[in-house]
T-cell receptor, first 114, second 116 residues
Framework: AQSVTQLGSHVSVSEGALVLLRCNYSSSVPPYLFWYVQYPNQGLQLLLKYTTGATLVKGINGFEAEFKKSETSFHLTKPSAHMSDAAEYFCAVSGSSGYSTLTFGKGTMLLVSP | SAVISQKPSRDICQRGTSLTIQCQVDSQVTMMFWYRQQPGQSLTLIATANQGSEATYESGFVIDKFPISRPNLTFSTLTVSNMSPEDSSIYLC?????????????FGDGTRLSIL
């Protein structure tokens, strides 16, 4: 069984500041990890994923995430926030034994102020 | 990735009625899923749509309430039956392209459903 915990339902940053969205997971097998973004009135868009290999994963729009097995974490970062980054972000986990379904965290709303 | 089209994009329905949501993909996909996203909440998996056979439902979701069809590798429908205000949600379809673990799911834009 898998679960995802996203710390902070809302995160507020100023434009140009560092973005850090936290995600911790629980999985009984080696996990695959994903970050998705949802803009208003849209579906979910894949930002990045970790499957195997390099633990620092780069995604779209300048985001990156680091898989830390010892901390069971997969935090999402971006060095400098833009106003256009304001959206809801979801962390998700699936098991690595064949294809298994995604388990989503509750989401974190990122607010960016000028 | 693939282009995923959901119809309708939004609807307002009367309680007791049913609505069928369509999900069309521009290429053949290996797996299709249906999710519900209640207001201000995360995504909950309703079922996996299996091509040519009955869908696989998650705990808490039943076929009588959410019948699903998937006649081919590019199309699926979800019906929300006998709707009540508690069914007001966003319904999203997602697809997996390719095989093997770690393949991401790609999502349609969702159907925003309000029940009066």
């Amino acid at each position: 069984a898998q679960s995802v915990t996203q710390l902070g339902s809302h995160v507020s940053v100023s434009e140009g500041a560092l973005v850090l969205l936290r995600c911790n997971y629980s999985s009984s097998v080696p996990p695959y990890l994903f970050w998705y973004v949802q803009y208003p009135n849209q579906g979910l868009q894949l930002l990045l994923k970790y499957t195997t290999g390099a633990t620092l994963v780069k995604g779209i729009n300048g985001f990156e995430a680091e898989f830390k097995k010892s901390e069971t974490s997969f935090h999402l970062t971006k060095p400098s926030a833009h106003m256009s980054d304001a959206a809801e972000y979801f962390c998700a986990v699936s098991g690595s034994s064949g294809y298994s379904t995604l388990t989503f965290g509750k989401g974190t709303m990122l607010l960016v102020s000028p | 990735s693939a282009v995923i089209s959901q119809k309708p994009s939004r609807d307002i329905c009367q309680r007791g009625t049913s609505l069928t949501i369509q999900c069309q993909v521009d290429s053949q996909v290996t797996m299709m899923f249906w999710y519900r996203q209640q207001p201000g909440q995360s995504l909950t998996l309703i079922a996996t749509a299996n091509q040519g056979s009955e869908a696989t439902y998650e705990s808490g979701f039943v076929i009588d309430k959410f019948p699903i069809s998937r006649p081919n590798l590019t199309f699926s429908t979800l019906t929300v039956s006998n709707m009540s205000p508690e069914d007001s949600s966003i319904y999203l379809c997602s697809v997996v392209i390719g095989t093997g673990g770690g393949q991401p799911q790609h999502f349609g834009d969702g159907t925003r459903l309000s029940i009066l």
